[in-house]
């Protein structure tokens, strides 16, 4: 489901068709890539660890890293050589699907059940959702950009992700109609904390953001919102990721 709340349909343009095109590689070619791209995601987090405090991620979320295709929310002309590589890549409008470390870990961190109630800021193409799907009983994911939002629809819908609603509207507002949420991930960094996203947060969820200015390093930061409604944020990993567009 897409729900457009600005900008006209008039503004689509050859980013959301360009990634539609079919490739002669093969199922199990992918297979192969993705589980290669695991292992290397879990070399990273033992890496990463003395900056997370992490040695290991949770293994439902290793489990959705291993069956989401990524391939399929990546542009036909990088998808056979690049789909899981452990990187960023462009999909257009200057906007990235992150790097598959980042989304495991972002993942991982905002602590999602299976009852959980998930925002998401930045569809990009889709991926996140798509991962976050597995792991969440709803997903409401918000891109501001028209063509990656629709494509990003199309998408999760074709690989029948019937718990993500996908809206075409500012991220930093939130979806007030459906907070509060248990969690919510966002996936462009802002120099703040958007005060709406904090107040549409469940007591005892966790908002899970990179934070700094554009251009620059950023802080990969979890903001708890405790039981008593306390706010306490902490500092994860150094992350570049692009700047969270406001209309």
Known sequence: MVIIDLMSRASVTAVA??????TAYTQSNFDIQRAEMVEEIIRVVEQT???????????HVIEAIRTVPRHEFVPIELREISSYLNRPLPIG???????????????DLANISPDSIVLEIGTGSGYQAAVLAK???????IEIIEPLGLYA????DRL????????????????????PFDAIIVTAAPEQIPEPLIQQLKLGGRLVIPVGPKDRVQSLQVLEKTSSGEIQTTDVLPVRFVPLTRK
């Open 17 to 22: 068709l360009v990634l539609v095109v079919p």
């Open 49 to 59: 660890s003395s900056y997370t405090g992490k040695l290991q991620l949770d293994n």
């Open 93 to 107: 409008n200057g906007q990235t699907i992150s790097q598959p470390y980042i989304v495991a870990l972002m993942s």
């Open 135 to 141: 792991l969440a009983k709803h997903v409401y994911t």
């Open 153 to 156: 629809s199309e998408i999760l």
């Open 160 to 179: 029948e992700y019937t718990n993500v609603s996908v809206k075409i509207s500012d991220g930093y507002l939130g979806w007030p109609e459906y907070a």
